[in-house]
């Protein structure tokens, strides 16, 4: 029989691009959402399939944990509240779902005895540390509450694979864009709200003077880094973390452009929006680049995708599903 994931957050981003691609590998596969960020429409058409279960359930509920996993062989852990923003307004929350959600989450897969649980680490995790690029085990201290829940999710993997010797592997996750990424909401991520606003020939709002970088890193990527550590066997890459990403900056400024440009191969009149520049936001770092020397050499990793790459698949995808 076929080998069983669970996927939480499986209705979310992220989490709905690993569930297709796994069903797709003919992997039978449970998704669990709460639907608090995660959307029906991202997985609808997987409903049909005798391989996917859906569970809508909270992560906060230990026992919602425990049936989801039942019979799970593999656990890839993406739910949570992201949003550094999001998380200066409401920390509590951030926590219960990132830090108690999380602990829920791995006590069921040491009940189940799964054989590894990979999740969702976060770039946020190095803080002030003003080194570029960021190597794994040089971090600073944390900006905001989101972050030292995304941390916190990195000291509880460790003890629980060196008390319970439940498998563990952490992906740090640098910016993640790509098809089915929420343009919508107050906390939404930067490309998405931007192509939407270029789309409405609305100005988009830059934070800051747009010089601030980030390794944007497509979905495909990731989702090559999950299937990576799920099934890595290299005794020496598990029980560890990982930057996610492509080991390249772009300022938004940069991005913009980049935006602006695609776009206007579509409707012309897109070259003609100005953008307009705001200040910068709380909890915000400037400059953030990866190293992925790690995750290349531990677990092969390959990225297929750089930036621009990457842009011209999700904003064709964009065009043709959200225009």
């Not at 039978?28 to 609808?44: F, K, P, Q, S, Y």
């Not at 602006?260 to 409707?267: A, C, I, P, Q, T």
């Amino acid at each position: 029989m076929a080998q069983k994931i669970l996927i939480t957050g499986g209705a979310g981003f992220i989490g709905s691009n690993l569930c297709e691609y796994f069903i797709g590998k003919e992997y039978r596969v449970v998704c669990l959402d709460n639907l608090a960020t995660g959307h029906m429409h991202n997985i609808n058409h997987l409903l049909k399939n005798d391989a996917f279960t859906f569970v809508e359930g909270d992560i906060r509920d230990l026992e919602t944990c425990k049936k989801a996993i039942e019979g799970c062989d593999y656990v890839l852990h993406q739910a949570a509240l992201g949003s550094v923003p999001r998380s200066i307004n409401d920390p509590i929350t951030s926590n219960d779902v990132n830090v108690s959600g999380f602990l829920n989450m791995l006590v069921a897969a040491r009940d189940e005895k799964v054989k590894r649980f990979v999740y969702a680490a976060s770039s946020s995790t190095y803080g002030d540390s003003e080194s570029l690029p960021k190597v794994e085990d040089k971090i600073g201290k944390p900006l905001s509450p989101y972050a030292i829940t995304k941390y916190v999710n990195e000291l509880y993997a460790e003890i629980f694979s060196n008390t319970y010797g439940l498998q563990t592997i952490g992906l740090r996750y640098f910016n993640v864009f790509g098809r089915k990424q929420d343009p919508k909401g107050a906390y939404a991520a930067v490309i998405p709200k931007f192509v939407m606003q270029f789309m409405a020939h609305e100005s988009p709002v830059i934070n800051g003077d747009g010089n601030y970088s980030r390794d944007f890193t497509y979905i495909d990527n990731v989702i090559q880094m999950n299937e990576l550590a799920m099934l890595t066997d290299n005794e020496a890459a598990i029980n560890t973390v990982y930057n996610t990403a492509v080991g390249d900056r772009t300022t938004l400024n940069q991005l913009v452009g980049y935006i602006k440009e695609e776009l206007s191969n579509y409707d012309s009149a897109i070259g003609d929006v100005e953008v307009i520049y705001g200040p910068n936001r709380a909890g915000d770092i400037p400059h953030s680049l990866a190293s992925i020397d790690k995750a290349k050499e531990l677990l092969g990793y390959d990225p297929k995708f750089k930036l621009q790459d990457g842009l011209k698949e999700a904003l064709k995808w964009y065009w043709e599903n959200l225009k």
